[in-house]
């Protein structure tokens, strides 16, 4: 029987990394896709990945291209990253910065809006998004609307793709000294990795959305 694929956007960042080296210990082909090369080439090296692709997913007809010349995949996940955004209050915030911070969430509809022609029946689709969108916190609020935003699409998308699955994963406190959280944790690329492997390997779980947060989004925020 032929390994399962896995396309991994964002194959080459710190969780995405940590994702395809789970992904592919669990013996799928796995393929990481993200817009420079020379950050591919180093994931692709140290995951155990079988290619890559240099593409920016956040662009439609690029997303569409690169799904068109892979043609049917059993899961996606989508692990990207707009690059560092200040955390900011919404009146505090400038709306340019705003606007950048959800390039996530075109990644993600990207996903999910051409899923339906290149994910098998069953197979699956993962999103990230983070402890504070269902946990606002003072001048998290850019963070609370992008990761909200995540996973209301993931809630829309798990009916209307079915029976292709749709889950999230929520990370919290990632890299972080533990302040907020209940247990006292600094959360690893490989807590999402791990999370995101047994996602899709259950075939019972869609519409779930994983919090690995070490109950930062039940924790006492900073005000
Ligand atoms: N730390 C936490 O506790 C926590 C909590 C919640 C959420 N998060 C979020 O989780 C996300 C992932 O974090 P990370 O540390 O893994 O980020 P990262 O190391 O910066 O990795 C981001 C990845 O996304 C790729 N990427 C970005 N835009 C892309 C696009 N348009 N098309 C294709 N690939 C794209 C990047 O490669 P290229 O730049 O080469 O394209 C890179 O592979 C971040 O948005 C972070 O805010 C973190």
């Known amino acids: 029987m032929p390994n399962l694929t896995t396309v991994i956007i964002g194959g080459s960042g710190a969780m995405g990394s940590a994702i395809a080296q789970h992904i592919a210990a669990a013996g799928h082909d796995v393929i990481l896709i993200g817009r420079d090369q020379g950050r591919l080439n180093d ?3 140290r995951t155990g990945a079988t290619q890559t692709i240099a593409a920016d997913f956040g662009d439609a007809s690029e997303a569409k291209r690169v799904l ?3 043609g049917v995949i059993d899961h996606l996940v989508v692990a990207t990253s707009a690059g560092p955004v200040r955390a900011s209050s919404i009146p505090a915030t400038v709306p340019s910065e705003f606007q950048r911070a959800h390039g996530r969430l075109w990644t993600s509809f990207n996903a999910v809006h051409f899923a ?5 029946p069953g197979g699956s689709v993962t999103l990230i998004s983070g402890s504070s969108g269902r ?3 003072i001048g998290f609020g850019v963070w609370t609307s992008l990761h909200g935003s995540i996973e209301a699409l993931a809630r ?3 009916i209307e793709l079915a029976p292709i699955r ?3 994963v929520s990370p ?3 890299g972080m000294q533990p ?3 209940l247990i006292e944790r600094r959360g690893t690329g490989d807590d999402i990795g791990l999370a995101v492997a047994s996602l899709i390997a259950n075939p019972a779980i869609t519409g779930a959305v994983l919090d690995v947060d070490s109950g930062e989004r039940l924790g006492t925020w900073p005000t």
């Open 135 to 137: 946990r606002p916190g």
């Open 179 to 181: 302040d907020r959280q």
């Open 156 to 158: 829309a998308a798990t």
């Open 166 to 168: 749709v889950n999230v």
């Open 116 to 120: 339906p022609d290149h994910v098998r």
């Open 172 to 174: 919290g406190g990632i």
């Open 68 to 70: 068109d010349e892979l």
């Open 43 to 45: 994931a692709h090296q």
